[in-house]
């Protein structure tokens, strides 16, 4: 993509917001665990934003 083809977008602060805790919350509960690999937890991310985005 070039650079004058980036359109500016509006961003809602809440749902950023909500995904930026449940991101850090599952990288914490990995940490802990050690359950996921870097791959899984890559997935587990964009589903995360998957789920959030409009």
Do not use: P, W
């Not at 961003?11 to 802990?32: D, G, H, V, W």
């Not at 791959?39 to 995360?48: E, F, H, L, T």
Request: proline share 0%; aromatic share 2%.
């Amino acid at each position: 993509m070039l650079s004058d083809e980036i359109q500016k977008v509006q961003i809602n602060e809440q749902k950023l917001n909500q995904m930026k805790k449940l991101i850090i919350s599952a990288e914490r509960q990995n940490i802990k665990t050690g359950e996921f690999s870097t791959q899984d937890m890559v997935k587990n991310v964009r589903k995360i934003v998957e789920k959030n985005v409009e």
